[in-house]
């Protein structure tokens, strides 16, 4: 890996069982599992390159959270960008989804967070709870890219991340390396 690439950590949050792990195994490793299996917290590292400029992409796995989960600091500082999933079949993970990204806003005494909401397993249409644009309003209220995505079927699993970079490039000056979380004040 070259020096000269642009680091950029992505922490993937949501609800538990929404899918999360699903995408970041998509994106980094190409399959699919039906089995679930909750996850503590995982690193994945890609190398990705987006409109010509090659990224090192460290992305976060993290266990699920509800309204009562703290908001890890690890998950505030040091974070460049994030992937916050709702599934398109659970209300209550769409709603979780304002929660988590006020509580990330209020952690970094910011306005706003580089992110893209993500309404995972489109495929699963016949138990959808959450219309498309529901979804588009909320990333829309929150100045947020969005998209909908099926890990099971592989669509738009790498527009997600490349939405991400997006975000993250639109957020930060030229030449800046250092997220935006790092003035946040946390011991
Ligand atoms: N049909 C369908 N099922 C999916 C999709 N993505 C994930 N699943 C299933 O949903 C379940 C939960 O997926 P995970 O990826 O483990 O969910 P998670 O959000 O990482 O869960 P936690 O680790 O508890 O936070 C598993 O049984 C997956 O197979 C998808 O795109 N389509």
Not at 6 to 18: C, F, Q, Y
Not at 50 to 62: L, Q, R, S
Not at 146 to 154: G, L
Request: hydrophobic share 35%; glycine share 6%; proline share 3%.
């Amino acid at each position: 890996m070259s020096s000269a690439m642009k680091k950029r950590k992505i922490a993937v949050l949501g609800s538990r069982s929404v899918g999360k792990s699903s995408l970041v195994k998509q994106f980094i490793e190409n399959h699919f599992m039906d089995s679930y299996y909750p996850t503590i917290e995982s690193t994945f590292a890609k190398s990705v390159v987006y409109k010509g400029v090659e990224y090192d992409c460290h992305i976060i796995d993290t266990a699920g959270q509800d309204e009562f989960s703290p908001i890890n600091s690890q998950y505030a500082i040091g974070i460049h960008g994030y992937v916050l999933v709702y599934s398109i079949t659970s209300r209550n993970s769409f709603n979780m989804i304002q929660v988590v990204h006020d509580k990330i806003v209020d952690f970094c005494g910011l306005t706003k967070i580089p992110c893209v909401i993500v309404g995972s397993k489109s495929d699963l249409s016949m138990q959808r709870q959450v219309d498309s644009k529901d979804g588009e309003k909320l990333a829309k209220d929150n100045d947020c890219a969005w998209i909908e995505s099926s890990a099971k079927n592989n669509v738009n699993v790498g527009k997600v991340f490349e939405l991400c970079l997006q975000e993250i490039e639109r957020n930060i000056s030229p030449n800046q390396t250092e997220p935006p979380a790092k003035s946040c004040n946390v011991q």
